[in-house]
């Protein structure tokens, strides 16, 4: 395909460079944005980062419509949201490193971390994949984001898979440990019992990990007097 006489992508029409640059997601906007001062212009346009704030925050778009016209346009709208977004997450994820015993998490300070999560304004899908799918943070952290997207945000598990596997943390195992109260039995207490279950984070997006996000989502309630959430092979 010849694109001029020199052979050239930086001298495609403006009009065709924006649509290129419309169908990227952000971090393919910003790596061809420094290919070139054309594609940088390309890439820069406000209609390209508008829909790219539409599409990650769209309950957030009425407001930064508001003061798109005070601010240098939507690239830094949209700059300003992700920094935003990337404080009040980190926020989360420091009290549950805080909140870790011995690579161990008790029910109550996870669900607190998903609870804390509702409250952050505008939160997304996109979010959640930012931030808590990174193999930066453990399997418990990417668990959270994996609980807070099917069970608050309503992403399709299958959906949720797909992020997973695509930021490679879908085989980390995490370990979930109840510890259930004996029943009485004619005016006898039966022994308590605990119970162990390994999952991957990627088999709780299936068929078989919800009873176990059911269980997480309980806490430590009625017959379960202790849950804790483990890492397994924590060097992963």
Not at 55 to 79: F, N
């Amino acid at each position: 395909m010849e694109l001029s006489p020199a052979g050239r992508w930086d001298d495609l029409p403006e009009d065709i460079a924006l649509a290129v640059a419309a169908h990227l997601q952000e971090a393919d906007v910003c790596a061809l944005g420094g290919c070139s001062r054309s594609w940088r212009r390309a890439c820069d346009a406000d209609c390209i980062w508008e829909r790219l704030f539409r599409c990650r925050w769209p309950a957030a778009v009425a407001e930064a419509s508001a003061s798109s016209s005070r601010v240098q346009g939507w690239k830094a709208l949209y700059i300003s949201q992700h920094r935003r977004m990337a404080v009040a997450i980190s926020n989360v994820v420091e009290f549950v490193g805080s909140s870790l015993n011995n690579g161990s998490l008790e029910s109550e300070y996870y669900l607190k971390a998903i609870a804390d999560l509702a409250l952050i304004p505008d939160i997304g899908f996109l979010d959640v994949q930012f931030f808590l799918f990174s193999r930066n943070h453990s399997a418990i952290i990417n668990l959270i984001g994996l609980h807070y997207s099917i069970a608050s945000l309503h992403v399709l598990p299958s959906e949720v898979s797909k992020a997973l596997q695509a930021h490679r943390v879908s085989e980390r195992i995490v370990c979930v440990n109840l510890l259930k109260l004996g029943r009485w039995f004619y005016g006898f207490r039966l022994p308590d019992e605990y119970e162990s279950r390994k999952i991957s984070v990627g088999e709780l997006t299936m068929a078989e990990g919800a009873e176990i996000l059911a269980i997480l989502n309980r806490g430590a309630v009625h017959e379960v007097f202790r849950l804790r959430i483990s890492l397994v092979n924590v060097d992963k």
